[in-house]
């Protein structure tokens, strides 16, 4: 490996406290909200097909009148508690703000820019209040920081002159002020989701990044950074040029999922995933496949079966109100969740073979086995692959442990469970599964001689 001064600050995972609430969550909410919720994907009566956050950067958007906005953002229906209510409801354990996205605008009343909510019509401080709500909740707060910065004008994408690097270093200054005065006003925060770190300008900011990233960990004890914060040395973000992670957890998984551990690298992640194709911030028109309450719980089981954690999206409106099909589905996840969420909280990867019907979780503290069943075989027979010197001795419905399921070996470190729901189920299940550790007797399995 080569010798690296802003390479991976560490090799392998957090064992920390901190770090361990972080892999035991299991499922998070998103929130985009900002100025782009105002336009909610429109403007003059032409709908925009991007994602509705991007809007300014749309040819149809003069950027004059986009970064206007804020003049008109007066948002009445705004209720952090409501939102923090919900997202309890729904069982979420951290929560992800946006404090600002790529056009700049400030959810907090920064006092490095005017462009923030404090000089809008609404003025109060909106990620106050929304931290607040959550730590009330017993939801764990993390802030979504863009480094893209439209409105600044130090921001580049690139450097090409000395002028872009003099007004660069203004930039610079300027996002660490800003985060150094986001932890300060909200201490309780227990992390930061950076995004828009990807341009050519801030990967040739390797030492800075890191000194940074050192100054922000050292006021809060614990920080949980991601991978998509800060270059290395060449400039290699997530992963640095040795192929080591650099931050606590990969942060990559965006509106996409790992499909199996090899996937993961063995290092912890995150999904975050819109409920649309493609929209963070409120698009009042959304086209294409909205996604169902069955795939979200199927995303989130699997996501914790490779022990990650998943990240739903909510893009509240311009008024401040969560729109009617996120309202729907954080209530049905949440249903769910009420039955099955221990088969969620706290687990992760079980190395045993993934079998067709659906996932399995292990609880990382009590070693309890769980089987997520989202496919129901014809047969009523789900299988189940033990490894060597394991006897499987019970499987229950969750939500019945007193009534053992029937099963049945079949092979050597092999076995069925027989059982269909006796009703049409529309919500998937799960099965709880009790093991022994076993000497093999010589038994009846003999290997086929080929
Ligand atoms: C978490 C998501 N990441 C942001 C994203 O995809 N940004 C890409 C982008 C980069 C430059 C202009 C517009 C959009 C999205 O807007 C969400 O915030």
Not at 9 to 20: N, Y
Not at 252 to 270: C, S
Not at 396 to 421: M, W
Request: charged share 25%; aromatic share 14%.
């Amino acid at each position: 490996s080569v010798k690296l001064e802003h390479g991976a600050h560490r090799l392998g995972k957090r064992t920390d406290k901190p770090m361990q609430a972080w892999r035991n969550y299991g499922l998070g909410q998103f929130i985009h909200w900002g100025v782009y919720a105002i336009p909610g994907g429109h403007w003059e009566g032409q709908y925009y097909p991007g994602a509705a956050e991007w809007i300014r950067s749309w040819k149809g958007m003069p950027k004059d009148a986009y970064d206007n906005l804020y003049k008109q953002f007066n948002p009445k229906k705004f209720n952090a508690k409501a939102w923090a209510k919900q997202a309890g409801d729904m069982g979420a354990k951290y929560v992800i703000i946006t404090t600002k996205h790529h056009d700049g605008f400030c959810l907090w009343p920064s006092k490095y820019t005017d462009y923030t909510v404090a000089n809008s019509p609404y003025k109060k401080d909106i990620i106050g209040q929304l931290v607040e709500a959550y730590d009330a909740e017993g939801i764990d707060v993390y802030l979504y920081f863009s480094i893209i910065d439209w409105n600044h004008p130090g921001y580049r994408s690139t450097l090409k002159s000395e002028q872009d690097r003099k007004e660069y270093e203004e930039f610079k200054k300027f996002t660490r002020n800003q985060l150094v005065e986001l932890l300060t006003l909200y201490p309780s925060t227990k992390g930061l989701w950076f995004d828009g770190s990807w341009d050519k300008a801030w990967t040739e900011q390797a030492e800075f990044a890191d000194a940074l990233g050192k100054e922000l960990r050292e006021m809060i004890p614990g920080l949980i950074i991601g991978s998509r914060f800060r270059p290395d040395d060449n400039g290699n973000r997530h992963f640095d040029t040795n192929g080591d992670l650099i931050g606590d957890y990969e942060q990559g998984w965006e509106r996409k999922m790992p499909n199996t551990i090899e996937d993961t690298n063995g290092n912890d992640w995150d999904c975050v995933m819109t409920v649309p194709e493609n929209q963070w911030g409120y698009h009042s028109d959304w086209k294409g496949h909205v996604k169902t309450t069955n795939e979200l719980i199927e995303m989130l089981v699997k996501a914790a079966s490779l022990d990650g954690n998943f990240v739903l999206n909510f893009g509240p409106d311009g008024q401040g109100n969560i729109r009617s099909e996120e309202t729907r589905l954080a209530a049905e996840i949440g249903e769910w969740m009420k039955e099955n969420n221990e088969a969620v909280y706290g687990c992760g990867y079980l190395d045993w073979e993934k079998q067709d019907w659906g996932y399995y979780t292990v609880n990382r503290e009590t070693g309890k086995k769980y089987m997520t069943v989202f496919n129901i075989p014809v047969s009523g027979a789900l299988r189940v692959k033990v490894p060597g010197k394991t006897k499987l001795n019970k499987a229950y419905l969750l939500n019945d442990p007193g009534a053992s399921l029937e099963l049945e070996e079949i092979h050597r470190n092999e076995y069925f469970i027989h059982y269909k729901p006796a009703s049409a189920t529309d919500r998937p299940f799960v099965i709880g599964v009790e093991t022994t550790d076993a000497k093999i007797e010589d038994g009846h399995y003999q290997k086929a001689k080929t």
